[in-house]
C-alpha cells in the first residue's frame, strides 16, 4: 500500500512538473513571438532611418550646390559692383542697387549656412542614433 502510495505521489509530482513545464514552454513561445515583432520592428525603424538618412544626404547635395550658386552670384555682384564703381564714381543707381543685390546675397547665404548647420546636425544625430543601434544590436540591417 505504502509503494502504490508512493507512486502516486510521484505520478502527481511528474504531473505538475510536466504541468510547469508546458507553461515554461508557453511563456518560452510568447517571449519568442514577441522577440520576432520586436526585431520587425527594429529592422522597419532602422529601415525608415537609412531613408532618412539618404533623403538628408540629398539635401545636404543639394544645399552644396545652391551654396556654390550663391557664391558665384556674390563673386558676381561683386565684380559688377566693382565695375560700377570705377565706371562711376558718384555712385549712380546701378550701384546703389547692385550693393542691394549683394547685400541680398549676402541675407541669403547667412540663411542657407543656417539651413545647412541644421541639415547637418540632424545627419549627425543619425548617424549617432544607428552607431547606438548598431553597437546595442551588434547587427547593422537587422540580423536573420
Keep these: 500500500d505504502d509503494l502504490a502510495s508512493?507512486?502516486?505521489d510521484?505520478?502527481?509530482k511528474l504531473e505538475e512538473k510536466a504541468k510547469k513545464l508546458?507553461?515554461?514552454?508557453?511563456?518560452?513561445t510568447e517571449q519568442q513571438s514577441r522577440l520576432r515583432e520586436?526585431?520587425?520592428?527594429?529592422?522597419?525603424?532602422?529601415?525608415?532611418?537609412?531613408?532618412q538618412q539618404n533623403k538628408l544626404e540629398?539635401?545636404?547635395?543639394?544645399?552644396?550646390?545652391?551654396?556654390?550658386e550663391i557664391s558665384a552670384q556674390k563673386a558676381k555682384i561683386s565684380a559688377q559692383a566693382e565695375e560700377l564703381k570705377a565706371r562711376d564714381s558718384q555712385g549712380d543707381k546701378?550701384?546703389?542697387?547692385?550693393?542691394?543685390e549683394l547685400e541680398e546675397a549676402k541675407a541669403n547665404a547667412?540663411?542657407?549656412?543656417?539651413t545647412l548647420d541644421v541639415v547637418q546636425a540632424r545627419c549627425r544625430e543619425l548617424e549617432e542614433k544607428e552607431d547606438q543601434r548598431t553597437s546595442r544590436t551588434g547587427c547593422f540591417g537587422g540580423c536573420s
Design 110 to 114: 547667412k540663411r542657407l549656412q543656417k
Design 94 to 100: 546701378r550701384t546703389i542697387d547692385c550693393l542691394a
Design 10 to 12: 510521484s505520478e502527481l
Design 6 to 8: 508512493a507512486a502516486k
Design 58 to 68: 540629398i539635401q545636404q547635395q543639394r544645399l552644396g550646390e545652391q551654396e556654390k
Design 22 to 28: 508546458q507553461q515554461q514552454e508557453a511563456k518560452v
Design 38 to 51: 520586436l526585431d520587425q520592428k527594429l529592422d522597419e525603424q532602422s529601415k525608415k532611418c537609412v531613408k
